[in-house]
Nanobody
Framework: VQLQASGGGLVQTGDSLSVSCAAS????????MGWFRQAPGKEREFVAA????????NYADFVEGRFTISRDNAKTTVYLQMNSLKPEDTAIYYC????????????????WGQGTLVTVSS
């Protein structure tokens, strides 16, 4: 199984950015895909998740309607559209795939991508 995250970069406060995660190596129809992030000196935290089959989504409170997670079934790719970015959104963003119940828990995920760096300048 491979999860390839891409799309990170340097943006300014208030800008938008979309990161993507291409999944391969197995059927993900029974899985959920999640995005987590880890800022320097901080623990990894949940950002958003989507169930592949039902498109049910779940977001961290700090997202406050700024981020949208979606998936393209044909491309087996998951996207995280981030709007109104803030300096505190600066982190490495990781995508993950899991078959667990509690999508906000990192322990529920079986596979992890390598991460993509998002830097938001003030």
């Amino acid at each position: 199984v491979q999860l390839q995250a891409s799309g990170g970069g340097l943006v300014q406060t208030g800008d938008s950015l979309s990161v993507s995660c291409a999944a391969s190596g197995r059927t993900f129809s029974n899985y959920a895909m999640g995005w987590f992030r880890q800022a320097p000196g901080k623990e990894r935290e949940f950002v958003a998740a989507i169930r592949w089959s039902t498109r049910y989504t779940n977001y961290a409170d700090f997202v406050e309607g700024r981020f949208t997670i979606s998936r393209d079934n044909a491309k087996t790719t998951v996207y995280l559209q981030m709007n109104s970015l803030k300096p505190e959104d600066t982190a490495i963003y990781y995508c993950a795939a899991g078959s667990g119940t509690h999508l906000y828990k990192a322990s529920e995920y079986d596979y992890w991508g390598q991460g993509t760096l998002v830097t938001v300048s003030s």
